[in-house]
């Protein structure tokens, strides 16, 4: 009876300090998802963007230029939506991602048993948001970016850690014309400048100060150091590093 009382309350004080899709100004959308071959293939970045805005969100393109207020990308979502693997069916569920990749939200599954691809993609993710609207999206004027001060589980005490490190990273200059910023991805980050455009893709290693990096086609490592990051790789058998003006 004690140990139930003890799970009970373990589960409650989770749920507790868990975050919400409330805490987060607003959402942006990919142009392209994983499971297709060319941007807004089927209109589904148009049709996910369309029901975020149904659901009470704000959301933005991945391209597009977002307003002052949304300066920090740390108060956003970045959703994306996935193929389950069915037979004769298809499946599609939407996750809502923070600005370090950790999932805050998934929905229900959405499932379709039509033949034609673009039918049975736009009947699955309007199912998937079903669970979407019965949330009920209101911005709670929280700073979604705050680091939790109490966790009551291993798994959230490792997510704690992982953003203290980002957070106590290099600290980015915002006014610097060179500035990218870093989109999560499934196993890292994409930067991206102003335009937007993919400058570098970002690998996370063990370290959360270290990332693989591939730019233009060439392999090397972003790196902290002295309070700022550098891309290095060798060319010629010499060591380059080059500043990189990052904001996380």
């Not at 079903?130 to 490792?158: D, E, H």
């Not at 992982?162 to 980015?172: E, M, N, W």
């Not at 790196?223 to 500043?243: G, I, M, P, R, T």
């Amino acid at each position: 009876m004690r140990i139930k009382f003890l799970l009970i309350a373990l589960l409650t004080s989770v749920i507790g300090f868990s975050q919400s899709v409330n805490d987060y100004k607003a959402v942006i959308v990919p142009l392209k998802y994983d499971f297709l071959k060319t941007e807004n293939q089927y209109r589904l970045s148009t049709m996910t963007k369309a029901n975020l805005l149904k659901a009470g969100f704000q959301a933005f393109y991945g391209n597009e230029q977002l307003p002052a207020e949304f300066a920090d990308r740390c108060d956003l979502l970045y959703v994306d939506v996935k193929r389950d693997n069915g037979f004769l069916v298809t499946k599609l569920f939407v996750e809502f991602k923070d600005c370090y990749g950790k999932v805050i939200y998934t929905s229900q599954v959405g499932k379709s048993k039509e033949k034609e691809y673009e039918t049975a993609y736009r009947e699955s993710l309007e199912l998937a948001f079903v669970s979407i609207n019965a949330l009920q999206y209101k911005y709670n004027g929280t700073r979604a970016n705050t680091v939790k001060t109490a966790t009551a589980s291993v798994p959230a005490t490792v997510h704690t850690v992982a953003a203290t490190a980002i957070v106590s990273a290099p600290v980015a200059d915002m006014t610097d014309p060179n500035l990218l910023y870093a989109q999560p991805t499934e196993n890292g980050y994409q930067l991206i400048d102003k335009t937007p455009k993919v400058v570098m893709k970002l690998l996370k290693t063990s370290r959360p100060d270290s990332f693989i990096a591939i730019k233009d086609g060439i392999q090397g490592s972003l790196n902290a150091k002295d309070n700022q990051w550098f891309f290095e790789y060798y060319k010629n058998d010499q060591l380059v590093s080059e500043k990189v003006v990052v904001k996380f």
